[in-house]
């Protein structure tokens, strides 16, 4: 769903209209999060749900950012720690450990995968002028799957591309 | 508001389908011919007419009263039933299935198989009875107005939304011809420019002539439906005779809905004195072309309808009866537990411990009867083989008898969807690559037929279904090499006979010399793996060179639910198919032996079984790691026994199969998941994959092994 609809359905004043939740912004709300020290952001559309740590069912033979599976609501979701994917931060399991769970439309099916990060941090509204390139060397998080930075006061945001998380490694 | 027919049209279609197969099948054995299969043929083809007809689906109905004309002559004894006749019957079979699909699908369909088809049946009509054509495209000639009929001009000017709301005009006029004689002017001068029409709007307007002894109210009636959709004038009006002679040529109007033409203006210049009616049987006249005339207007006015696709099944009543048996035993039960809660103390325990186990006895049961709903006769995928058979023996010049074997066999209905095309394939397969031609059967001391079998049976808990044909096996030799030669295998591996015919199935595999259009792309086998196992199925090949191949498909039963063993390694729970455990025991340390290099082998009775440790295979950690003393689950598949080394076994219950794949991918030795009774997630071991997996470690190191030994022979050579 596109967040323009809703604007055009939603009354921008009187009654019904949501107090603190900016709708004339024409850009896109982002939900941030942290790995590590870094802030991390996905289009809060693709979220699904936030849901504390719990240990999931181990998948056998799977690679080492897959931690498992876990029964959401009956259906069988896999876990993948997006710290140890991307090499960042020190893995540990807190309280404040969650669980990001993410559902994406592909093109014939829906997928819905949940990824651990240290903490979830705030909702971020942004224009798409305001969305910079990422600068295409360094850093342990591969290039495609970041769409870009964004300037959050002193702080960077990085922008991470939900199609490209969800893609999963086969197993060797 | 009219009536929403469309809501009839899916058991039109399934109704259709089935009479499309009885015809099929019924058409394949009247090769030897009786009156019986004849007359069962011409029903399908009339009701499917009729049906067709009701929902004005114009197509079907003049194509299947071409098929219907060519069958009532055979029936009634006026034509020989000729082997070329039954050909076009089955072609006219298939294009009626193609018409049923496109009506099915909302699309118009514009096969040239059905202008040929069309063609070659008009052809075979006239060749023997050319009146009953003649009396069908020549109505207009019987073009009188009793004296003491009323003429009524009707102007019927529909508003542009007409169609979308569901109504067709041709229903009206099929509705006015139903009253008398028509003729039917339309009016195209509203009609845009072809860039600004809307495909789903209405631009024509029409002037109807009826001539019929009726009341105004009868009129009326017919435009009912849409009298609030547009403008509509009925005048009484007695015509002068001149008129009816009057031969001013016709526009083409064969369907009044569409005009194809710009013709508009000559139509206008006609419209005032032109009484003609050639139009009093819409459906029938004109049959030269009319699948691609009568579409579009079709098309146009199915566009509202929605996608209704959700598939129904029929169902033995005794099996619906046995459930309300069921359910009733379960009201009783439900009944004796609630009075039993009422006033409960320490004393009723044991009256409970019945009530609960007559609880699980009736759950159980009831799952098992819902199950059954679901399953049926294996024979719904088997009927399109003799079709297939009869195609394919034709097309390639051998002669084939198909046996069919175990047809009664019960099987999911998903099941059953998704295994129609692999087996198709594999029919195909075995006789374009199976059945040697004739000359070189002949020359091997065979019999000039060949044989194809297909049989289904139940083994344990899945479905085992077998395609064998007498034909030439699988060179082995040929297989091998050619693997090697793409680069699938390595010339060093050594492989089984099994493995080898198993490369048959790898990506981009083919072995016939020369591609036909039945098969050999290499495209195909692979799919079928690939459909079978997505099902939870395996499939097996058996060939001996110079006698024949066996593909066998294994199949489960059921796709929802299954009954499981649990078993614990370290902290993970696994669940194992009840159906392939063999028997459970401790090992004895004095039945444990180490052979050839490091393998573990457990003697079981006469039968040595390699011990493969769950924890080892899936990298965890366990308590157990030393087999002797272990608990071993001995588990068996395809033909092979394993033990698996587990550190504890738990409790037996069924659990529900959820998909990896849906969220996941397929993870191999697993087949699913499934949640227990505390919300947290189990595997379900996979035990065929398992022996799979484990051949294959052993294969790999192996060649490792080998690897070095024949590059250090290279080395001394």
């Given at each position: 769903m596109d967040i323009q609809s809703?604007?055009?359905?939603?009354?921008?004043?009187?009654?019904?209209?949501?107090?603190?939740?900016?709708?004339?912004?024409?850009?896109?709300?982002?939900?941030?999060?942290?790995?590590?020290?870094?802030?991390?952001?996905?289009?809060?559309?693709?979220?699904?749900?936030?849901?504390?740590?719990?240990?999931?069912?181990?998948?056998?033979?799977?690679?080492?950012?897959?931690?498992?599976?876990?029964?959401?609501?009956?259906?069988?979701?896999?876990?993948?720690?997006?710290?140890?994917?991307?090499?960042?931060?020190?893995?540990?399991?807190?309280?404040?450990?969650?669980?990001?769970?993410?559902?994406?439309?592909l093109e014939d099916s829906t997928r819905t995968i949940g990824f651990v990060v240290d903490a979830v941090s705030d909702v971020l509204n942004t224009e798409d002028d305001e969305i910079k390139k990422s600068p295409a060397f360094g850093g342990s998080v591969p290039h495609y799957y970041i769409d870009g930075l964004v300037n959050v006061g002193d702080n960077v945001v990085t922008l991470l591309n939900v199609q490209a998380l969800q893609s999963i490694k086969p197993h060797e | 508001m009219s009536i929403d027919l469309s809501q009839f049209i899916p058991s039109f279609l399934e109704e259709s389908f089935e009479g499309l197969e009885l015809m099929e099948s019924s058409l394949l054995s009247l090769e030897q011919g009786d009156t019986e299969t004849i007359n069962s043929i011409f029903r399908a083809a009339h009701s499917i007419k009729g049906g067709a007809g009701t929902f004005g689906f114009d197509a079907v109905t003049e194509f299947t009263h071409l098929v219907e004309t060519l069958l009532d002559?055979?029936?009634?004894?006026?034509?020989?039933?000729?082997?070329?006749?039954?050909?076009?019957?089955?072609?006219?079979?298939?294009?009626?299935?193609?018409?049923?699909?496109?009506?099915?699908?909302?699309?118009?369909?514009?096969?040239?198989?059905?202008?040929?088809?069309?063609?070659?049946?008009?052809?075979?009509?006239?060749?023997?009875?050319?009146?009953?054509?003649?009396?069908?495209?020549?109505?207009?000639?019987n073009n009188e107005t009793a004296s003491d009929q009323t003429t009524w001009l009707i102007e019927f000017i529909p508003e542009h939304h007409l169609v979308k709301t569901g109504n067709d005009p041709q229903f009206l006029f099929n509705a006015l011809a139903d009253l008398g004689e028509v003729s039917i002017e339309a009016n195209s001068s509203e009609l845009p420019a072809l860039n600004d029409m809307d495909p789903e709007e209405l631009y024509l307007s029409w002037s109807i002539t009826l001539v019929a002894d009726i009341d105004i109210e009868e009129i009326k009636e017919v435009f009912e439906w849409v009298e609030d959709e547009c403008q509509l004038t009925i005048t009484k009006k007695q015509i002068p005779s001149s008129q009816d002679n009057n031969n001013t040529p016709q526009v083409k109007t064969d369907n009044p809905l569409l005009i194809n033409e710009p013709s508009t203006a000559e139509s206008t210049n006609n419209k005032q004195n032109n009484v003609q009616a050639d139009e009093s049987a819409p459906p029938i006249a004109k049959t030269t072309e009319p699948e691609l005339k009568v579409k579009p207007a079709a098309a146009t006015v199915k566009t509202t309808k929605p996608k209704a696709d959700v598939g129904s099944i029929r169902v033995g009543v005794d099996k619906v009866d046995s459930l309300i048996n069921l359910m009733g035993e379960l009201v009783i039960t439900q009944s004796m537990l609630s009075e039993l809660g009422n006033d409960f103390d320490l004393s009723k325990v044991e009256r409970l411990n019945r009530g609960l186990e007559q609880l699980l006895q009736n759950t159980k049961e009831l799952q098992e009867s819902v199950m059954r709903i679901r399953m049926l006769p294996i024979s719904f995928a088997f009927n399109r083989f003799p079709r297939l058979i009869h195609d394919l023996s034709k097309k390639t010049g051998k002669q084939i008898e198909l046996i069919?074997?175990?047809?009664?066999?019960?099987?999911?209905?998903?099941?059953?969807?998704?295994?129609?095309?692999?087996?198709?394939?594999?029919?195909?397969?075995?006789?374009d690559h199976g059945i040697e031609s004739t000359d070189v059967r002949l020359a091997n001391g065979k019999p000039e037929q060949g044989t194809i079998i297909l049989n289904a049976y139940h083994q344990g808990g899945s479905i085992v279904i077998e395609?064998?044909?007498?034909?030439?096996?699988?060179?082995?030799?040929?297989?091998?090499?050619?693997?090697?030669?793409?680069?699938?295998?390595?010339?060093?591996?050594?492989?089984?006979?099994?493995?080898?015919?198993?490369l048959i199935l790898e990506p981009g595999f083919s072995t016939a010399k020369?591609?036909?259009?039945?098969?050999?792309?290499?495209?195909?086998?692979?799919?079928?793996?690939?459909?079978?196992?997505?099902?939870?199925?395996?499939?097996q090949i058996e060939s001996t060179e110079g006698k024949g191949s066996t593909f066998k498909v294994h199949l489960p039963l059921t796709l929802a639910i299954l009954d499981g063993q649990l078993v614990r390694v370290g902290s993970e729970i696994y669940i194992i198919p009840l159906i392939t455990i063999v028997e459970s025991l401790q090992a004895q340390s004095e039945l444990i032996n180490r052979v050839s290099g490091d393998m573990v082998v457990y003697r079981l009775r006469e039968d040595n079984v390699p011990v493969l440790p769950i924890y080892q295979l899936f990298n965890l950690e366990a308590e157990t790691k030393e087999v002797e003393g272990s608990l071993l689950v001995v588990v068996e598949a395809e033909?092979?026994?394993?033990?698996?080394?587990?550190?504890?076994?738990?409790?037996?219950?069924?659990?529900?199969?959820k998909s990896l794949n849906e969220n996941y991918q397929q993870v191999e030795g697993i087949s699913g998941a499934t949640i227990l009774g505390d919300g947290s997630v189990a595997m379900i071991l996979d035990i065929p994959g398992i022996i799979q997996m484990a051949q294959n470690n052993a294969l790999k190191s192996f060649n490792h092994k080998t690897d070095k030994l024949t590059y250090s022979e290279e080395v001394t050579h």
């Open positions: 809703l604007v055009d359905e939603i009354p921008v004043e009187g009654e019904y209209s949501l107090e603190g939740i900016d709708f004339i912004s024409s850009g896109e709300q982002y939900l941030t999060f942290q790995l590590g020290s870094e802030q991390y952001a996905v289009n809060i559309l693709s979220v699904e749900e936030i849901r504390s740590w719990e240990t999931p069912t181990i998948i056998p033979n799977s690679p080492i950012d897959v931690k498992g599976v876990i029964n959401m609501r009956g259906i069988i979701v896999p876990i993948v720690d997006l710290r140890i994917k991307f090499s960042i931060g020190e893995v540990n399991y807190l309280e404040t450990t969650v669980v990001v769970v993410l559902k994406v439309e | 002559e055979m029936r009634d004894g006026r034509r020989d039933i000729a082997q070329g006749d039954i050909e076009i019957l089955l072609d006219s079979v298939d294009c009626m299935r193609l018409l049923v699909m496109s009506i099915k699908e909302d699309t118009t369909c514009e096969d040239e198989k059905i202008i040929e088809v069309t063609a070659q049946l008009e052809a075979t009509l006239k060749g023997s009875d050319i009146s009953s054509i003649a009396e069908t495209s020549n109505i207009q000639v069919l074997k175990g047809e009664q066999t019960e099987l999911d209905k998903t099941v059953m969807e998704q295994i129609g095309d692999p087996l198709v394939h594999l029919v195909r397969n075995a006789v395609i064998s044909d007498d034909g030439g096996g699988i060179n082995r030799e040929a297989v091998f090499n050619k693997a090697i030669e793409k680069g699938i295998v390595d010339g060093n591996t050594s492989l089984t006979d099994s493995q080898v015919f198993d020369e591609l036909s259009d039945i098969s050999g792309r290499g495209v195909g086998m692979d799919v079928v793996k690939k459909n079978i196992q997505s099902l939870g199925g395996r499939i033909d092979q026994k394993i033990g698996l080394m587990v550190d504890d076994l738990l409790a037996q219950q069924q659990v529900v199969i």
